[in-house]
Every structure is written in C-alpha cells, then in structure tokens.
C-alpha cells in the first residue's frame, strides 16, 4: 500500500511541477488539461514528459480528444476542423496515477471511435 501511496505522491509532484497552477493537494478527478487551461503543444509536452518519467508507452493517447493544435485557421469560423468535433474526454489526476501503476496508457476514450 506504501508505494501505491508513493506513486501517487510522486505523480502529484510531477504533474504540480508541469503545471504549477495546480496545487499539490488536488482531487484525483481533476482534469488536469482543463482544469489548467491547457491546449496544443502543452498538453502533448505535458503527456510526452509523463510517459517519459513514468515508463508508461503512449500508442494508445488520441490528442484531439484533449485539445486541439495551438493557433487558429480563419476557415476554422466558418467550418469546425475533424478534431474540434471529437468528444472531449478528460485526464484526471487518477488516470495518470493508475497510467504510471500499470505502465499503459489507462484513459478512456469513446468506443465509437
């Protein structure tokens, strides 16, 4: 239980480290992306450095359900690009502590997809 504990803490401190705008006291369902305002390169730094750190493999991680590329296409106002239509699915504290437990990449994303 100890080091389940310990993972935690260290995934706390890591995702505090990348995003200080979060406390080091956060609810497991917090949504790190949004809950910090994150988009594009941010969140794709902030997940790369996580699997990174932790061992954890990334083939599974579907970016345009996190957050779209930075910037903006004028034809954006007329026409949502693919990736703006995808459900919007969070990364909670809880799913990158249980990532870093079992060494995959343990979000959820829509079956239909």
Known sequence: MAA???LEQRVREFVHQQVP???LDMAPG???VDDAKMYGDDVWELVEEFGKRFGVPLQRFRWYHHSGPEGCNPLWLFYR??????????IRLC???ESARHRTWCVKYPESE
């Not at 690009?81 to 969070?90: F, M």
């Open 4 to 6: 389940a504990d310990d």
């Open 21 to 23: 705008c979060l406390p």
């Open 30 to 32: 917090t949504d790190v």
């Open 81 to 90: 690009p693919w990736w703006a239509r995808k459900t919007h699915v969070p």
């Open 95 to 97: 799913d990158l502590v």
